[in-house]
Structure formats: structure tokens, C-alpha cells
């Protein structure tokens, strides 16, 4: 199971930290990435972080504004989104990959997925 929270509402200009928690696995063997979905548009990648936390890979939109961390022992996995845009208003959802390959990241094929958290930036 995983399980969003941090969302909400923010001015342009803003910062929010988002979170992610797993349950019911072994947090440390996945790959843990974060997608958005803004009303009428397709789902997009934002950003992933491999199992050692020394790769990311982040969408050209928000590269130098946010930034993907994670904690194994605490199995959460966090998105810091700074300078935020109107155009950064979705919904967030975290998703996890398992991975034999440490420093792994990708952009799709995920197997575990939260209901995701509603950020929404204003003008």
C-alpha cells in the first residue's frame, strides 16, 4: 500500500514537500518515482530515485525545481517542489518499481501505486 500526503494549496512562487509511505513490502528494493495528472491531460512522469539514492531522473518541466529524496527506514519516499507554477496544478501520485539493480531509475512500467494528493497552484 502506498499512501500520499502534502498536498495542497499554494501561491505561484510557493514551496510544498510531498510524502509517500509504503507498507506491505520491502521499500528499499523499488525504485520510488512521483507522476502528475492535471485536469484533461494525460499522466506524466515527474521524477525517480533509484534504490541507492544515487540516481535520479527528473521531467524537463520541473528539473532545478523540485527534488525526489527518500528514506528506507522509515520506507517513505519525498518530493520537494520549490518555485512552484499554475502550471505544476494536478495531482500527485507516487509509484514504486521493483528493481534488482540498485542504481536503476525509470519513467514508467511501475507496479505499486498511491491514490495520489491534489496540488493545486494559484496565480
Known amino acids: 500500500q502506498v499512501v500520499e500526503s502534502g498536498g495542497g494549496l499554494v501561491q505561484a512562487g510557493g514551496s510544498l514537500r510531498l510524502s509517500c509511505v509504503a507498507s506491505?513490502?520491502?521499500?528499499?528494493?523499488?525504485?520510488v518515482a512521483w507522476f502528475r495528472q492535471a485536469p484533461g491531460k494525460e499522466r506524466e512522469f515527474v521524477g525517480a530515485?533509484?534504490?541507492?539514492?544515487?540516481?535520479?531522473l527528473y521531467a524537463s518541466s520541473v528539473k532545478g525545481r523540485f527534488t525526489i529524496s527518500r528514506d528506507d527506514a522509515k520506507n517513505t519516499g519525498n518530493l520537494q517542489m520549490n518555485s512552484l507554477e499554475p502550471e505544476d496544478t494536478a495531482i500527485y501520485s507516487c509509484?514504486?518499481?521493483?528493481?534488482?539493480?540498485?542504481?536503476?531509475?525509470?519513467?514508467?512500467?511501475?507496479?505499486?501505486w498511491g491514490q495520489g494528493t491534489q496540488v493545486t497552484v494559484s496565480s
Open positions: 509509484a514504486l518499481r521493483w528493481t534488482s539493480d540498485k542504481d536503476e531509475v525509470a519513467v514508467d512500467k511501475y507496479d505499486y
Open positions: 506491505g513490502g520491502t521499500f528499499s528494493a523499488h525504485v
Open positions: 530515485i533509484s534504490r541507492s539514492g544515487q540516481s535520479t
